[in-house]
């Protein structure tokens, strides 16, 4: 038996993340993944990319000392080989290029900006095998601070993925055209037709924020109706009666609502009424993605 130390550097709009799995591989069956550490620095990138078209000064240090921080947490993991990628904040960014240069310069950390296609087939490559079953269809649903990724499977198989400018941050920030929800809506709606049998599949830290707040257990589905009611209820609160009796943080006490209104507005449209929460995104995925590539 070997173990091998992989790394997954997600850099969100609403924040950044490192993920540590350790990779065990074994003589006679397929290798399995645990994940053995997760930080989260709420640096919010988005706020700046989306609102000024452009990584503030003040952005680019924070984000340059946190993948310092990363950096030298990697060493000390024992770390082999990590991959680190950006999404919208930084793709949509007019200095986007700039960041990732100086980031690399200062910090030695290598980024690279995907695109949202990409970043949907990334997500998509989790292991999903165990949860997916054949006499239904799924909608998978990633929703970050800003995009959300949507993936539909068919009979057990992938059957068409796509990412919209729909993010927690952007919806705070009101950059979200009310068009662009029928968009969406009609996507669903278009790639479902004939399936009878829907259930969605959330990723993302809102919804296993969600889930613990629902006091299910591990692999429990929520239900529609108990994440409408939970949306309604968090909507009548202040920001700071959010942080102060339920405990949330800073970062999380805003974005979680707009979050709770994509996977609603996704369950209504694909008629959905379990959200599977398996606790898994972006991040699992590349662990997946750079383990697979390089044997």
Not at 37 to 50: C, K, Q, T, W
Not at 91 to 110: F, M, P, Y
Not at 133 to 149: N, P
């Given at each position: 038996?070997?173990?091998?130390?992989?790394?997954?550097?997600?850099?969100?709009?609403?924040?950044?993340?490192?993920?540590?799995?350790?990779?065990?591989e074994h003589?006679?069956?397929?290798?399995?993944?645990?994940?053995?550490?997760?930080?989260?620095?709420?640096?919010?990138?988005?706020?700046?990319?989306?609102?000024?078209?452009?990584?503030?000064?003040?952005?680019?240090?924070?984000?340059?000392?946190?993948?310092?921080?990363?950096?030298?947490?990697?060493?000390?993991?024992?770390?082999?080989?990590?991959?680190?990628?950006?999404?919208?904040?930084?793709?949509?960014?007019?200095?986007g290029?700039?960041?990732?240069?100086?980031?690399?310069?200062?910090?030695?950390?290598?980024?690279?900006?995907?695109?949202?296609?990409?970043?949907?087939?990334?997500?998509?490559?989790?292991?999903?095998?165990?949860?997916?079953?054949?006499?239904?269809?799924?909608?998978?649903?990633?929703?970050?601070?800003?995009?959300?990724?949507?993936?539909?499977?068919?009979?057990?198989?992938?059957?068409?993925?796509?990412?919209?400018?729909?993010?927690?941050?952007?919806?705070?920030?009101?950059?979200?055209?009310?068009?662009?929800?029928?968009?969406?809506?009609?996507?669903?709606?278009?790639?479902?037709k004939?399936?009878?049998?829907?259930?969605?599949?959330?990723?993302?830290?809102?919804?296993?924020?969600?889930?613990?707040?629902?006091?299910?257990?591990?692999?429990?589905?929520?239900?529609?109706?108990?994440?409408?009611?939970?949306?309604h209820?968090?909507?009548?609160?202040?920001?700071?009666?959010?942080?102060?009796?339920?405990?949330?943080?800073?970062?999380?006490?805003?974005?979680?609502?707009p979050?709770?209104?994509?996977?609603?507005?996704?369950?209504?449209?694909?008629?959905?009424?379990?959200?599977?929460?398996?606790?898994?995104?972006?991040?699992?995925?590349?662990?997946?993605?750079?383990?697979?590539?390089?044997?």
């Amino acid at each position: 038996m070997i173990i091998r130390k992989l790394a997954a550097i997600d850099i969100g709009s609403n924040a950044v993340r490192l993920l540590v799995h350790n990779v065990i591989e074994h003589e006679d069956k397929l290798p399995s993944f645990k994940k053995s550490a997760l930080i989260r620095v709420p640096v919010r990138l988005g706020e700046d990319s989306f609102t000024k078209g452009e990584i503030s000064e003040h952005s680019l240090q924070r984000l340059i000392k946190t993948m310092k921080s990363f950096d030298l947490l990697m060493e000390i993991y024992g770390v082999e080989k990590y991959m680190a990628t950006a999404t919208s904040a930084l793709r949509e960014a007019r200095n986007g290029n700039e960041v990732v240069a100086k980031v690399l310069q200062e910090s030695g950390i290598g980024i690279e900006i995907i695109d949202g296609k990409k970043e949907a087939a990334i997500i998509a490559s989790t292991d999903l095998k165990e949860l997916i079953k054949k006499d239904r269809a799924y909608l998978y649903v990633d929703v970050g601070g800003g995009s959300t990724e949507f993936t539909i499977f068919s009979r057990g198989e992938l059957k068409v993925s796509k990412s919209f400018k729909i993010g927690t941050v952007r919806i705070l920030k009101g950059l979200v055209d009310d068009g662009l929800w029928d968009v969406v809506q009609d996507w669903i709606q278009t790639n479902l037709k004939g399936e009878t049998k829907v259930e969605i599949i959330g990723s993302g830290g809102n919804i296993n924020k969600l889930h613990k707040m629902s006091g299910r257990k591990m692999g429990q589905p929520l239900s529609y109706i108990w994440l409408n009611a939970q949306y309604h209820f968090l909507n009548s609160m202040d920001y700071e009666d959010r942080i102060s009796e339920l405990g949330l943080n800073q970062d999380r006490a805003d974005v979680i609502i707009p979050a709770a209104k994509i996977f609603l507005s996704a369950a209504k449209w694909s008629g959905a009424k379990k959200i599977h929460v398996p606790k898994i995104g972006l991040a699992d995925g590349m662990i997946k993605t750079l383990y697979y590539q390089e044997d």
